[in-house]
């Protein structure tokens, strides 16, 4: 039955160009956003998990923050270590050419005691930002060891959690401390300070050693959080992002549909004035 006052025709045109348009416009705003889904009304599910993973990824910035500064603190500390290492290494050279009763004593003691300074200086210098970690009080608080954050741990749906790399200190202060070393005025305190020297030698090894194997620990967490941070970013993308050679495709033909849409209206709405012909 046809009616010129229901056009069933034009509204079912109608609602079919109502849709093509709705899609047009989702289509039009994900490759002009670049995102499939912008807002938790696109996809709530899909959008609450790539928020908390964006959350996570900003804490991966904030850990590489602290792994860089940590990095950098153990790096200068370490550097300290290996030059006092060579310095005892050379005073060592010098209490074994003082064992002989035709040495020059006084030179001897006179370039032991420069080393002695040299090592001094080296431990009060070898900070960052105020953080030492050849001294005995590695941050003027009472501090023994620096807490390096090393990574943000997410389990199910609980909060994250915060895991840490502990440096300790060499303490050098204690293990270095040449201010107590005997100062060489003959073969008998020649041998005395050699086997100080020694001593103090196999520390700094040791010392060098422990932060050399920090530092590395910390290298390798910087770069796993640096790869791991693109991973997260990576996944994130293929939840949300416009998949933009689909995206064109799927514009094209919401566009023909469009048009045929709008045709299908436009001969719906003639409808009437064709049942108005069968009166004249």
Known sequence: MSSILTNNSAMVALQT????????????????????INTAKDNASVWAISKVMESDVAGFDAVQDSLSVGQSTVAVASTGAERIVETLTEMKELAVSAQSETADFGKIEADMASKRDQIDAIIS??????VNLLKTDIDGTGGTSLT?????????????????IDVSSA????????SAMTAIADVTTAASAFGE?????????????ALGSDGKRVDDQMDYISKLSDTVTSGIGALVDTDMEAASAKLQALQTQQQLGVQALSIANESPSTIMSLFR
């Not at 160009?17 to 499939?36: A, C, F, P, R, V």
């Not at 954050?149 to 994250?160: E, K, M, T």
């Not at 303490?171 to 040449?178: A, G, H, I, R, Y």
């Open 17 to 36: 160009l109502k849709s093509i348009n709705s899609n047009l416009s989702d289509t039009q705003n994900s490759i002009s956003t670049g995102k499939d």
């Open 125 to 130: 210098g070898s900070q960052f930002n105020g």
């Open 148 to 164: 390096v954050v090393s990574s943000l741990d997410r389990v199910g749906s609980g909060a994250p959690t915060v895991s840490t």
């Open 171 to 178: 303490d050098f202060e204690t293990s270095v401390d040449t």
């Open 197 to 209: 020297i020694e001593t103090m030698l196999t520390a700094a090894i040791n010392g060098a050693a």
